[in-house]
């Protein structure tokens, strides 16, 4: 419909007005799929995180149980070797 008068250039107005609208709601439901996605891939990998650290928590837990365990030992060893009358083979 082409038209030079008020209604014509009215039309005009705001058949761009919506084309610009259509664009700027197309953009913003993209960057929302993006954050979306961006979102649900660092929840992803702080949960990893967390597991990893759980994980070290552990290990670092049971490094310390068994160096308790070789401090007791050493200590009775040396008890041992310190009791009067034994002999050790030299």
Do not use: C, F
């Amino acid at each position: 419909m082409q038209s030079s008068d008020e209604i014509g250039e009215l039309a005009r107005t705001y058949n761009e007005m919506r084309s610009k609208i259509s664009d700027t709601v197309g953009r913003s439901a993209a960057i929302a799929q993006d954050l979306s996605q961006t979102s649900a891939e660092q929840a992803s990998s702080l949960e990893e995180t967390s597991s990893v650290t759980e994980e070290l928590s552990s290990m670092t837990k049971q490094t310390a149980s068994n160096a308790g365990g070789a401090a007791t030992q050493a200590k009775d060893a040396m008890d041992l070797m310190q009791k009067p009358g034994i002999r050790w083979l030299t």
